[in-house]
């Protein structure tokens, strides 16, 4: 179901497989294909932050004195190609000094900007251009006198999903501390049982962003025959699945491998099936029996999301079906997604879902018993085993928006193992497609609180989100300026 990309180079694809369920059965060998090698692009996971800083680059930086390259000896020629080519490839970047833009030519162009900054705006204005074709373009960040921006320049929801791996350390086992809601208590407790978990759930939102839940009504044989049932599926022979490919996200159905292909750089180690359950159900119709299960699993799992929202909407001070309304949830399009992993010869370089963040409101998510799925919790990775009876349920991103960023969706990825396969179902459940998601008024409640974040129909985040645009309207930015 995942979401929230962070590549977005030329994709590398295997020749011919289809599945790394099919590569794992077709090869046996101890090293897995270089194509899905990930660690090439651990590297290039942070926007911004994490890299220690070593102190002013000027006593380090290469130094070019150019005027050797127009006047030297050949000697002194061919040392500063040598110096050049050091500087390329170690630093990629260098001084230049002895050259033909003179101190005062500069200073005169530095004092010439200024004074065309120091216009009346209704100046500057006739320059204005909006196209990074434009051949003039003058633009502006106006000053708003306020400690805080304007949402319309907060960009980051979407800085937000840089990491694709490695960087944060493993703190241990999350299952001691990620909050566990007996949802039961929510339903039939006394008042006070009933505030006491709503509290709960107050601060696991705010503090986590994911929690365990207990006493729900998804039993655990049907989660079996759910899984069991995915697991026919993907033992179907390749031909037949071929016939569920589907490569738009709006397709109702479709199985593939990797993640998002039309920007994955490395292949992940993971097959999928992603079904549309609601407002429209649909699924394949083989294995047998696999229909009925999966519209079973999806409303009970729903039903589930419907208590854990009013009680939300509670914990955020609102009446107890604002997220219902504000989503419109009667309509909200529920995602069926089963992950398979299958065992991995090198598991330390191949990821199964890079860290990302889902998109809808909640998601609810079982397993297999085979451990896999980590959160990002303080900046650490923590990993999470689900038990067999347990649900467990993640913050996503429409609720984040919805709550103005009161609750965060939760930094997540899945790896991969040497020794059993591994199967995640996960379930989306959002808002209506068509239904525009902002902030709730009541939760931007006074003059200098900005809605912070900008509101869009769901059906345009995901496709947004899908093409990578969410992110790269942030590249696009550094292109512009670089542009200038
Ligand atoms: O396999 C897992 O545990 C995580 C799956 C996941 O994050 C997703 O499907 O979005
Ligand atoms: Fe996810």
Redesign the pocket.
Known sequence: ???AMSMNASPVHPPKITTVKALVESTGSSSIPSFYNFTPYLRDEPIAGDAPIAGDAEDAVPIIDISLLVSGTPEEQSQIIHQLSKACSDWGCFMVINHDVTESLTKAMIASFQEFFDLPEEEKKEYQGNHVMDPIRCGTVESTGSSSIPSFYNFTPYLRDEPIAGDAPIAGDAEDAVPIIDISLLVSGTPEEQSQIIHQLSKACSDWGCFMVINHDVTESLTKAMIASFQEFFDLPEEEKKEYQGNHVMDPIRCGTGFNPSLDKANYW?D?LKCFAHPEFHTPNKPAGFSEIAREFSKRNREVVIILLKAISKSLGLEESYVEKAANFELGLQLL?A?Y?PTCPEPEKAI??PA?Y?HGLL?T?V?NGVS??QVKHNEKWFN?N?PANVL?V?VADHLEILSNGKYKSIA???LVNNKAT???I?L?HGPALDTIMRPAPELVDNESDQPAYVEMTYRKFLELQQTGRLRSKFQSDIEQSKAV
Request: a positive charge.
């Open positions: 179901m995942a979401s993971r999928f997604a992950n992993y199964g879902i990302h889902d998601t998510l397993n896999g799925l999470v689900i467990f993640q997540h990825r899945a591994r199967m995640s996960a989306a």
